[in-house]
């Protein structure tokens, strides 16, 4: 099982990025797919969340309406568009597999670290 994000980088302050996180090994279209985040001396935060049927969802707060999930099943990839970005979306990012949206995490990716400058 493998997920292998890309896309990260430093960008300036409204910029945009878009993530990618390409799956292997385990039935991708079936998982509800997270992005997360880690921002140096704070703890992980879901940013938002899809669910196998391509419905996003659970989108933290101070990125609804600049971030967008989503996913393409023919390709076992979810995406995470970010754009209007602010020094405060600064972390590592992450994507997590799932069986269900009430089911524990059972793969994480390692990670691409996206920096927003001032």
């Known amino acids: 099982v493998q997920l292998v994000e890309s896309g990260g980088g430093l960008v300036q302050t409204g910029g945009s990025l878009r993530l990618s996180c390409a799956a292997s090994?385990?039935?991708?279209?079936?998982?509800?797919m997270s992005w997360y985040r880690r921002a140096p001396g704070k703890e992980r935060e879901l940013v938002a969340a899809i669910t196998s049927a391509g419905v996003g969802l659970n989108y933290k707060d101070s990125v609804k309406g600049r971030f967008t999930i989503s996913r393409d099943n023919a390709k076992n990839t979810v995406y995470l568009q970010m754009n209007s970005l602010k020094p405060e979306d600064t972390a590592m990012y992450y994507c997590s597999a799932r069986r269900a949206l009430s089911a524990p995490y059972e793969y994480w990716g390692q990670g691409t670290q996206v920096t927003v400058s001032t």
């Open positions: 090994g385990f039935f991708f279209s079936t998982y509800v």
